[in-house]
Every structure is written in structure tokens, then in C-alpha cells.
């Protein structure tokens, strides 16, 4: 345990408060539209709309309240006061999974809870993500060796993000949930049929 | 009149569980006839690993049983194998320990005032409560550099000494918690309809409340005067000066009350242990291989242990967790791993007296009950 | 004079000059009512776009008041403090997935929404915004605000038995049992009022407000009824089923009430109705309690734009108060609620009912 | 209902109305107390335990920490001619045992926490990630 | 004297040996005479039982009581030998409400056998789990998972193809 053990070099600086009213755009997500509209003639409306829609959806993440494990606290300290994912406009945490876009799997997937997560997924209407936070709900984790937990929740549902800690703290946890706004950015059926980036 | 009985299935995945525990509830219309409790939908065999890992190894799993104060469940196991060895702790680490675990019996307190208050609809406490918990977290960060699972009590001391600088911002805490504990409950003590949502629900007499096993706040809510501080004294709380808080209703708003006064009383003292905290820098004993930590950071780690193997005994060891008496059953055959484990978790056996209490009553109350009982399934399941 | 928002159209267009060229070429087609129509047609589009706006604005408005109680700052990152952040909940909802569930009712499933989602659009139509303001005086207007939000229950009862989902069957159960019983003692009180007026129409019971006593009070019914106002408040709560009464949600007891097994555009129409409903409900406490549009004019600015900034904001002063309730109280149980409903409110309206008779009768105001 | 007799004035209710709204306007030591994360940062603890660092002169590759690991997490792989370990930081519970048992004080652990990605195999932290140079460093 | 010697002037025939483990009196009881001893115990002020602790030795099963008495303030445990084939004790609901589901728990995961439990069924794992995860000679090594059936319970079995998307 020695006091100097942050490695300031491996940690990327705060990112720069956007001020003018571009870069306020470009942190929405709102500019990506403009520079695709930009970038490729022809096919400017298709990708415009693509890129709105991909803007909205990724501005109003609503997870649904999963909670499973230790994680869940810390989910619960990351819509609390502190770290407010409300400013990501995801503070709506709908119980029903039917009004939900996001899971965070936060915690521990264990046997008997295996099928009743996967349950839950496909309950959620698309388009849908999951996150998989903590080490136990990644790999299995600290539990990985016991008997009664499943390895990872990606064996049953898909995982979009990937958040490693035990439990992460609010702002790792947040830095997974600004991924998967940058993985939203580039969804839609422009980007299915190569016609983004 | 002759009506149909409906059988309503609430959870494993549900918002007021805490959770995930399921309530199969036989209703009649609003009233619950039956209440049959599945749990184990989070039971990763925490026992079993704990015959698997090293005694070392396995401190950081005991953290993660009751993740929101995860400081007695490391106590509670250190302590038992601090009696399984014969382990004399410095001083100093023993104040560390009570700091700790009084600053974790206020978290836990907040997330149970604030968890609760939710369930009743009132979502404001809970950011509160998380505020001031953020806040004790960071200390806990400064201490050990986790905020939720610490790994930081160990067999025969702890992990480290206090870093720098904590003592002052302990004491700006202690002193701006007094306050805020003065605005909960003026937000929420006298509100009208939260006595009318908690007084004289889910009632259980002080007889049997012992019966069920109930410990902790919800014992104390019913009347008796029972703490194992005050009972069994550990570490250094024959020294510390403070009131086992009772009350003697037995209802939702008795065990409520109970934990708003503790945490009170937690303040004051915290207050003490920092007043008389012992200077010698000496946080770790030099037996089973556990070599004399001193405020020097870099040469810890060379001294630690890495076989640590207690004498063969069995040993059941106990102490006041916030949700209730907690307990380390362990056997040892001398190796370096446990033989066994047997965890006895508040929350588990607390959780025995829903069933029991809940008969008659709507689903609302039920949750009031089921909420004021605090339960953490990590606890509950293991 | 101009009494209602057609005529003022009409007006403005006159004082435009187009008016009589407009309405000369429809009539020189012999079809002069179709105008009447277009004009109808616009100021509906106009009260609505209005209406949904507001809607909007509220949500936004109602996540930022939570986040001010609870020390935070609420949505920030979506446009200027978070302004975008309805406008892109509702696309988003838009382009969601539309989940019928297999075992659902799927005719009454899919028009449960439709029949919450109007009537809360068309309680606006007798409300008078501000001077002249209204898009019709209807002479019953009260009767008609009352019969037409009585119509909830019935959509919501609909909602919550075609989604074959128990928590919905209960959440609407409660829902209607709520609605029913606080729908008396608000109809009382607000009984209690037009004794004053001796009118139903939302237009004569402002204007019965105007004016002073001894030039300060000003003439509301809030000082006359202070406990009809009391009880009036509290059973519009109830009937908007906000915390402390949202016994149709319930969160963290019936995970999310009637809408449960909603998802996509249906859902949002839900949440989109229960606002307009907060909206509606707050402009009809000021309109019947808080004088309505009525206050001090200023000169050079038409009568129209105060009236109606002072109704918004006489509005929103009662939508905050609802917002600053729901975070400070928790929930009461259901069989409490219809307690109080019955065995309190309705005692207590009908008193006050009687009061207010020996008050008319006697004269003294 | 014996409780409205009693407390009809609702005094409970106006309290909790009035301790809102302090909250609302900020009074009396009732700030926002928001962190904005991408823009701004908390203050980390320097005892934080992050993602791990390893010193590349100090370490032996003698496997300690691979064996203390209650997890697994650790397995000791060959970079650049010599031994060292490697991290699956997806299954790490962060808990500080190898930076103790280490003996050559070569495992630090780096305040880093931004350590989200895409797929589960990313989260696997070899040596060419992990290892640093004292000198450099200081 | 303490609780244990105690016990055993009370019951001679029902105690085997007395003991003290770690600051506890401790008594190692006949199985057949538990519900005797369990009277005794609760009627000499034992009124709260702390924990049932399952143990097994390969060759025989401990089953261990953990008692505390808020009145005189003392421990007691009380220990209780079975053979390793069909451990059967008596269940001590009857006297502690509290005992229900510790001995659920203990029956779940170590196999022991409550007789005269009103509910003895699994309450941590579901219903239908091959083995007994704290018994040393359980089978580690093949895994099984859950699924849902038709009306909603946990059906157990080896193959989870129907719940992996992938291996």
C-alpha cells in the first residue's frame, strides 16, 4: 500500500467541459449527424434520420431495476446524488421491463436466478442493451469456482459493455455507460449496411 | 361472501425486495392469507468456497455477504479465528476496527432509512441518505482504497494504519452528520402518513420475537434490551460509554425508530474512539506469521503472511453486525484452509419472522414490514 | 366583444384585413362553414400543439424539481440543461419495439391508451386560458371537465384487464376505486363554488372572481372556501394519482401498475396523458380557487397575453406544489386513501356544501 | 380514523415541506452536491485499488501473488523473455492480496478505473498493458 | 457450574461428555434423547438458539447448537453425533420457531434429515438438486442449471443447452 501508487500517466484527463455551442453538440451526439450528412452525398437523409434517431435513443436510456447483488448498491450510488446519472437522462429506472432500453446485470448471476434474468431480457422490447457490471456478472468473478453461480451472464444473454470491478465504482461505472452511448452512435441500419464510417 | 383466492408472485425481480427474494403471497382481494418466502436466487455457496480458499484468502469473501457494511462481517471473522488462534490485536487496531464498524452502522442505517422510505413511495431520503453515505465512503477509500468491499480488517490487526489527514475529515463528518440526521427526521419523523403506514405494523411480541430468533434492531424494536456489545463484550466497547437503544412497541415504526437513535449513538461513539485513540502506530500482531505492521506503507507487504494456519478447534464467534448478531461458526483441522464455514447471518434468520408477521395485513404492509426488518440478500442467501 | 378564442381568431384576422377577402372566397363557393370548420380545426391543433408542449416542458420540469429537492442537477447533458430530453424520450418510445402480450386482449389492449390519452386532451376544451381565451364557454363546463375526466377510470379498468397481467388487474382495480370515490367530494366542492356564481360556465365563475376587497385581497374563492379549497387540492391529487396517491403506479408494489405490460408509444401515451391530466387538474384549481386569469392588466400589452401569463403562472405555482408534495411525502395505503375519501372528504364536503348555503342564503358576501 | 383527530393540522407533513424546500434553494449548507463525471473528477484516494501496475525491474515472476489469488484471476505468462503476471481484470475482485503478499514490492495498484470495453477478452490485462518503469514514473 | 455440567446432572443418561469450547460450555448429547435435552435446555432459560451448524467429518455428521440466554446471559452449545449413512435427527421447531428454516438450510445444503419438520424441503438451491453442495464427497465437477417450467418453478437438470446461447 504506498501513498504513491496512482499512475497519474495511465489515467486520461478529465474531459474538456464543452463550451462553445459546437462542442456542446458534438457531447450530445447531435454532430456526428451533421459531419455523416457531411461526409457522405446521396445518402445524406438516409443517415441523417439514422443518426437522430440513434441520438434520441442513446440520450434516454432507461434501464430497467435488475438489481442483483452488491452491484446494485452501487447502481443505486450512481443514480444518487453524487454521480447522478440523471444528467445522461437515465434516471427513469422503470420496474416493468416492457419500458425499459438497458439492463444493467449488476451482480451476481447465479443458477437459479439464470433463467429468470434471460426471462427479463426478452421481455424488454428492441432495441435493447445489457451491461454487464462487476466481475461476477463478466466472468463469474470471485464466485466463478462455486457451484451455484453461472460464468458470466454473456452465456445466456448478449452483453454490449463490459464493466470490470467488484463492485466498479459510480465513475467506472459511468465511463461503461458513456461506451455504450459511443456503441449507440454508430448503430442503425446505416451502419448494418456500411453505409456510416 | 365467497371470493377467490389469488395467488400473487411478487419478484424475484421485483423493486421492493431489496433484491432478489420472491414472496408467494395467497391473497384474499388485498389481504395476505399466506406469505411463503422463496429465497436463494442469490446463493453462490459462499460456505463451500470457504472450505476451498485459504483463511487469507477468504477475508475478502466475507465482504461481500452484507455488501452494504461489509467492516463487521471482516470483524466477525477475524474475531473467530483471533479466539480459534489466541490472537492478541494492538490496541490501536482495535480502535481502528470500532471506528470502522461505527461509521458502517451509520451507512447501513442511511441505506435502510432510505431503502425503506422508498418502498413507501418517498424517493427523496434515499438520495440523502446516499449523500451522506458517499461522503463516509470516501473515507472508507482513504482507509483501504474500496468503497464497498474492503478486505481491510484482517486476522490480528488490520490492514494498514490511518492515513494522513483522516481524522480531520472524520471529525468535519461527524459533525455534519449530526445535521443531517436533524433534517431526516424532520422530513419524515412526524410526517402524518408515514406513522399512519408503519405504527402498529407487522407487530411481534418481545416473547416471540426471541422465539424467532430475531436479533438486532428488530429484537431491540420489541423491547428487549439485548446488544452483544453491552452482553458479550469485544474489543474495546467495555471502555466506551454509550446506551443500547430500545423501544418497546414491536411495530414497524418501533424497529424505525430503533436504528435512527443508533445511528446517534454510533456518532457519539465515534466521537469517543477518536478523543481516545491510542498513538503507538501498531496495527498488527507479530503470531501465526503476522508480522508487527507499522505506519511504514512500503514494508508491509513484505511481512505479511503467507501461511496462516490456526490450531485444529471449532470455535462460534458473534458479534452486533447493524442488521443483527453475526456469527462465524469455523472448524479447523489445523491446515490452512477452513474445514468449515457456517455463516449465521442476521438477515437470515430476521428474515424468519415475516411470514409470521405479515398474516392479515395488505401488500403495503407488507413491504413496510419486510423494509424495516433490513434485510441484504447477499447476507441472506450467502 | 370577444368571449372565446374563434371569435378572437376571427378578430385578429380582421384586424389583418383578410378576414373579409377569406371569407368571401369561401362564400362565393356557398360553402361559408367550411371556414368555421378550418377555423375550429386550428384552434384545437393550436390548444393541443399547446397542450403537448406543456406536457413536455412538464416531465422535463417535474425530473428537475425532483433533482433540485434531492441536491442534484437532473438531465444536463441533452441540450441546454437537459431541455431535449422529452423531445428525445419521445422519439425514443416512438421507435421502440410494440409488445402485445400473447395472452393480452389485443383490441381493448391496443385502444385503452386512445381512451386515456383523449379525454385528458379534450378536458381543455372548456378551461379559459386567459381572457377570452377558451375554445368554448361551454354553459356546463364544470359539469362537462367532470363528466369527461370520469371517463379515466373506465379507460384504465380497460388497460388493466386486457394486459392479463395481475399487477395491472390490481392497479386498475385500485385505480378506479380511487378515482370513484374522489370524484364526489370534488364534485362537492366545486358545487360549493358555483353557489357562489350561480353559473357551471368556467368563464363566469373567473370573472366572479375579479376584483378586491379593501383593494388588496383580491377576490378569490380560496378566501371564501378555504376548506373547499383544502379539500379540493387534495382530492384533485388523488384524482391525478400522484404520490401521495399513486395507488395506480405503485411502484414498489405493483411494479408499475394498469401500464405494466406497456411498452413503446402506447406507454408514452400513458405518461403523456397523466401530465396533461397534472396540467389540467392545476388549471382548474386556479380556475375555480385562485381567480383564474384574473389580474392586475398592464398597460399597451393586449388583455389576452397577461391574462394568460398570470394563469401559467398561478399554474405552475400549483403544479410545483404537487411535484414538492411528491417528494417529500411517501405513499398512503389504499384502504387509508378510500378512509379519507369517504369518511372524511365527502363528511367534510357536504358540511362545507352547507355552509356555503346559510353563507348564500344569508347574503353576508 | 383516531389518528386525524390528532393530527389533523398535518404539522408532520409541513415540516418535511419545509426541510424541501431548503434543499430547493440551497439553504443553510445544502448544496448540489453533483460530481459532473466526464468533465469533472472526485478525488481519488491515493490508496485507491484500481487497475494493477507491475514494476518490470522489481518483478520475479515467482508466482505468489498467481497462487495467493482467491480467484484465479492472476496467471503468470511469458513477455519479452521473462515471466510476469497476467490480469483478468473481468473476474479481479480488487481486493489488494497480491500487492501484499508480493515480495518484491513489485505490484502496484494505479488509480485507473475507466477500464470498461466490448467484449470480455479485452478485459484481459497482459504485461505489455500492465508494466512500468520506476524511473520513468518518478 | 456451568450450563453444560449443569445439563448433565439434569440428564446423565442424555449427555455423553461435557466440554468447553472456546468460552462455551459444551455438551456432546445422545441423538435419540435430543427433544428431552431440548425441553431442558429451553426450560433452564435458553431462549435464544443462535445457529445449527452442519458438519461433515466423511465418516460422521456433527450437527451443532448454538444457544444464548437473555436472562442468566450465558452460551451453550450443544453437539450431536450421526452416522454418515441417512443422518436423521430430531427437529426442534416445536420449541424455536427460529430453528425452522436453519434446519431447512442445514437439510439443504449438508443432507441432514429433520424428522417431525413441518416443511422440510430445499430453501437456498431449487427444488430437485443432486446433492448436497456441503457434503465433502459432492460432485464438483458436473454443472448444473436451472430453467423455468411451464408454471413458473425451477426445473434442475444437466443440460443447459436450452438456457446457454453459447458454450
Redesign the interface.
Known amino acids: 500500500m504506498d501513498p504513491v501508487t496512482i499512475d497519474t500517466t495511465k489515467i486520461k484527463p478529465a474531459k474538456k467541459k464543452p463550451e462553445t455551442a459546437l462542442e ?1 453538440l458534438e ?2 451526439g447531435l454532430i456526428n449527424t451533421v459531419l455523416a450528412a457531411k461526409e457522405r452525398e446521396g445518402l445524406i437523409l438516409f443517415s441523417t434520420v439514422d443518426q ?2 440513434n ?3 442513446l ?2 436510456l432507461w434501464p430497467v431495476t435488475s438489481g442483483l447483488a452488491c452491484c446494485a448498491i452501487e447502481m443505486m450510488a450512481v443514480a ?2 453524487h454521480h ?1 446519472i ?4 437515465m ?1 427513469i429506472f ?3 421491463p ?2 425499459a ?1 438497458l439492463m444493467f446485470v449488476a451482480g451476481t448471476v447465479t443458477k437459479k436466478m439464470a433463467p429468470r434474468v434471460k426471462q427479463l431480457y426478452e ?1 424488454m ?3 435493447k442493451w445489457v451491461i454487464a457490471v462487476g466481475a461476477c456478472a463478466s466472468t463469474g468473478g470471485p464466485y466463478h469456482e462455486s457451484y451455484a453461480v453461472l460464468k458470466g451472464v454473456d452465456l445466456i444473454i448478449p452483453v454490449d459493455v463490459y464493466i470490470p470491478g467488484c463492485p466498479p465504482r459510480p465513475e467506472a461505472w459511468l465511463y461503461g455507460v458513456i461506451q455504450l452511448r459511443e456503441k449507440i452512435k454508430n448503430e442503425g441500419y446505416g451502419a448494418k449496411w456500411g453505409l456510416n464510417k | 361472501m365467497e371470493t377467490e383466492e ?1 395467488l ?1 408472485n411478487m419478484g424475484p425481480v ?3 425486495t431489496h433484491g432478489v427474494l420472491r414472496f408467494k403471497l395467497r391473497m384474499d382481494g ?1 389481504i395476505i392469507k399466506e406469505c411463503n418466502i422463496v429465497m436463494g436466487y442469490l446463493h453462490r455457496g459462499t460456505e463451500k468456497l470457504g472450505e476451498m480458499k485459504t483463511y487469507l484468502q477468504f477475508t475478502p469473501y466475507t465482504d461481500r455477504l452484507d455488501y452494504i457494511s461489509a467492516f463487521p462481517n471482516n470483524y466477525a471473522y477475524a474475531k473467530a479465528i483471533e479466539e480459534l488462534a489466541g490472537i492478541e490485536v494492538p490496541l490501536r487496531a482495535e480502535y481502528i476496527r470500532v471506528l470502522t464498524m461505527e461509521l458502517n452502522r451509520i451507512i447501513n442505517h442511511l441505506v435502510f432509512m432510505g431503502s425503506l ?8 431520503m434515499i ?2 441518505g446516499f ?1 451522506e453515505r458517499e461522503k463516509a465512503l470516501q473515507l472508507f477509500e482513504m482507509l483501504c482504497g474500496a468503497r464497498m468491499t474492503f478486505n481491510y480488517i484482517k486476522p490480528g490487526g488490520v490492514r494498514d494504519d490511518l492515513p494522513d489527514g483522516f481524522i480531520p475529515k472524520l471529525n468535519e463528518f461527524l459533525k455534519d452528520m449530526e445535521k443531517r440526521i436533524d433534517d431526516y427526521e424532520q ?2 419523523n412526524e ?1 402524518e ?2 406513522l ?2 408503519m405504527k402498529n405494523i407487522g407487530v411481534i411480541s418481545a416473547q416471540e420475537a426471541i422465539n424467532y430468533g430475531l436479533t438486532g434492531p428488530a429484537l431491540r424494536g420489541s423491547g428487549v434490551s439485548y446488544d452483544i456489545r453491552k452482553l458479550e463484550p469485544y474489543s474495546i466497547y467495555p471502555d466506551l460509554d454509550f446506551k443500547v437503544c430500545v423501544q418497546s412497541e414491536g411495530d414497524s415504526f418501533a424497529r424505525y425508530m430503533v436504528r435512527v437513535d443508533e445511528m446517534r449513538e454510533s456518532l457519539h461513539i465515534l466521537r469517543q474512539v477518536v478523543d481516545t485513540m491510542p498513538e503507538a502506530k501498531i496495527v498488527a500482531q507479530a503470531k501465526y506469521g503476522i508480522a508487527p505492521m507499522t505506519g511504514m506503507p512500503s514494508a508491509v507487504s513484505t511481512y505479511f503472511p503467507r501461511i496462516f494456519a490456526p490450531p485444529a478447534g471449532e470455535v462460534y464467534s458473534r458479534i452486533e453486525a447493524p442488521k443483527g448478531e453475526l456469527g462465524f461458526y469455523i472448524v479447523s483441522d489445523g491446515t490452512t484452509k477452513p474445514y468449515r464455514v457456517k455463516i449465521r447471518s442476521p438477515s437470515f434468520c430476521n428474515l424468519t419472522a415475516i411470514p409470521r408477521m405479515v398474516v392479515g395485513l ?4 407488507l ?1 413496510a414490514a419486510f423494509g424495516t426488518i433490513d434485510v441484504v440478500l447477499g447476507d441472506v442467501d450467502r | 366583444m370577444i368571449e372565446n378564442a374563434y371569435q378572437l381568431i376571427v378578430y385578429v384576422l380582421t384586424l389583418l384585413g383578410v378576414y373579409e377577402w377569406i371569407y368571401g372566397i369561401f362564400q362565393s363557393f356557398g360553402i361559408d362553414y367550411v371556414l368555421q370548420i378550418i377555423i375550429v380545426f386550428v384552434e384545437i391543433v393550436i390548444l393541443f400543439a399547446f397542450v403537448l408542449v406543456t406536457v413536455m416542458f412538464l416531465t422535463w420540469m417535474e ?1 428537475k ?16 440543461r ?1 431541455l ?2 422529452p ?6 418510445l416512438i ?5 402485445i402480450p400473447a395472452k393480452a386482449d389485443r383490441w381493448i389492449f391496443t385502444l385503452a391508451p386512445f381512451i386515456v390519452f383523449i379525454p385528458a386532451l379534450l378536458v381543455f376544451i372548456p378551461l379559459p386560458f386567459g381572457k377570452s381565451l377558451i375554445i368554448s364557454d361551454l354553459r356546463v363546463g364544470l359539469l362537462y371537465i367532470i363528466a369527461i375526466s370520469a371517463m379515466s377510470p373506465v379507460a384504465l379498468l380497460l388497460a388493466g384487464w386486457a394486459s392479463n397481467n ?1 399487477y395491472s388487474l ?1 392497479g386498475a382495480m385500485r385505480a378506479v376505486a380511487q378515482d370513484i370515490s374522489y370524484t364526489i367530494p370534488l364534485a362537492l366542492t366545486a358545487i360549493a363554488v358555483v353557489m357562489f356564481t350561480g353559473s357551471l360556465s368556467t368563464v363566469d365563475i373567473v370573472n366572479a372572481q375579479g376584483g378586491t376587497w379593501f383593494g388588496i385581497i383580491p377576490k378569490w374563492f380560496i378566501f371564501i372556501q378555504p376548506l373547499g379549497f383544502i379539500l379540493f387540492l387534495i382530492a384533485s391529487i388523488a384524482e391525478m394519482g400522484r ?2 396517491f ?1 395507488f395506480q403506479e ?7 401498475g394498469f ?6 408509444m402506447k ?1 408514452a401515451m400513458f405518461f403523456l396523458a397523466e401530465y396533461a391530466h397534472l396540467f389540467a387538474v392545476s388549471g382548474i384549481i386556479v380556475t375555480l380557487f385562485l381567480g383564474g386569469w384574473e389580474g392586475p392588466a398592464l398597460p399597451f400589452i393586449p388583455v389576452q397575453l397577461t391574462s394568460l401569463v398570470i394563469f401559467l403562472i398561478k399554474t405552475y405555482a400549483v403544479i410545483f406544489f404537487a411535484m ?2 411528491r ?10 386513501l378510500l ?2 375519501g369517504w ?2 372528504m365527502v363528511p367534510l364536503a357536504v358540511l362545507n356544501l352547507l355552509l356555503t348555503g346559510f353563507i348564500v342564503v344569508a347574503g353576508v358576501i | ?1 383516531p389518528w ?1 383527530s390528532k393530527n389533523w393540522t398535518m404539522k408532520g ?1 409541513i415540516k ?2 419545509i ?3 431548503k ?2 434553494f440551497h439553504i443553510g449548507g ?5 460530481v ?1 463525471y466526464p468533465y469533472e473528477r472526485m478525488k481519488l484516494a491515493p490508496r485507491f485499488r484500481g487497475k494493477h501496475a507491475i514494476d518490470e525491474d522489481a518483478c520475479i515472476g515467482c508466482g505468489i501473488c498467481e497462487v495467493n489469488c482467491p480467484n484465479s484471476t492472476i496467471t503468470i505468462v511469458k513477455y519479452n523473455t521473462r515471466w510476469f503476471p497476467q490480469f483478468n481484470l473481468g473476474m479481479c475482485m480488487f481486493c489488494g492480496i497480491c500487492v501484499d503478499v508480493c515480495p518484491m514490492n513489485a505490484l502496484k495498484m494505479t488509480g485507473n478505473y475507466e477500464l470498461a470495453d466490448y467484449t470480455r477478452e479485452s478485459l484481459v490485462y497482459g504485461p505489455e498493458k500492465l508494466l512500468f518503469k520506476k524511473e520513468a514514473n518518478q | 457450574m456451568n450450563a453444560a455440567e449443569e445439563l448433565k446432572r439434569l440428564l446423565p443418561n442424555a449427555v455423553v461428555s461435557t466440554g468447553i469450547q472456546i468460552n462455551k460450555p459444551l455438551a456432546v448429547i445422545r441423538k435419540e434423547e435430543l427433544l428431552k435435552v431440548a425441553e431442558d435446555v429451553k426450560e433452564m432459560g435458553f431462549d435464544h438458539l443462535s445457529v445449527i451448524t452442519g458438519i461433515d467429518y466423511t465418516d460422521r455428521f456433527e450437527v451443532v447448537y448454538n444457544f444464548f440466554s437473555y436472562g442468566k446471559k450465558q452460551n451453550l452449545v450443544l453437539k450431536v453425533i450421526l452416522g454418515h449413512d441417512n443422518p436423521e435427527i430430531d427437529s426442534l421447531t416445536t420449541f424455536w420457531k427460529g430453528a425452522d428454516w436453519l434446519e431447512r438450510e442445514t437439510y439443504d445444503l449438508v443432507g441432514i434429515r429433520f424428522t417431525g419438520h413441518p416443511n422440510l424441503t430445499r430453501i437456498l438451491l431449487p427444488e430437485g438438486w443432486i446433492g448436497h453442495p456441503l457434503r465433502k464427497d459432492y460432485d464438483m465437477k458436473t454443472e448444473q442449471f436451472v430453467m423455468l417450467g411451464e408454471d413458473g418453478e425451477d426445473v434442475v437438470s444437466t443440460d443447459g443447452s436450452k438456457l446457454l446461447r453459447r458454450k
Do not use: C
Open positions: 456542446k457531447d450530445t437522430i434517431i441520438w434520441a435513443r440520450s434516454s444518487m446524488a447522478d440523471a444528467r445522461f437522462g434516471e422503470r420496474a416493468s416492457r419500458q432500453d421481455m422490447p428492441e432495441p | 389469488l400473487l421485483h423493486p421492493s388485498e422510505l422508498m418502498d413507501l413511495g418517498a424517493a427523496t438520495m440523502w449523500r422530513l419524515i410526517n402518513i408515514f399512519m403506514r395488505k401488500i403495503p404492509d413491504i | 425530473r424539481v425532483v433533482a433540485m429537492v434531492q441536491s442534484r442537477y437532473g438531465p444536463m447533458v441533452t441540450g441546454p437537459g431535449l430530453q423531445v428525445m424520450d419521445g422519439v425514443k421507435g421502440k419495439e410494440d409488445i395481475k390490481m404520490i401521495p399513486d405503485s411502484e414498489s408494489e405493483l411494479v408499475a401500464f405494466t405490460e406497456y411498452s413503446g406507454f414538492w408534495l417528494d417529500t411525502v411517501p405513499r398512503v395505503r389504499i384502504d387509508q378512509n379519507l369518511k372524511i | 380514523m386525524i407533513i418535511g415541506l426541510v424541501t424546500l434543499h430547493v445544502r448544496p448540489t452536491v453533483t459532473q
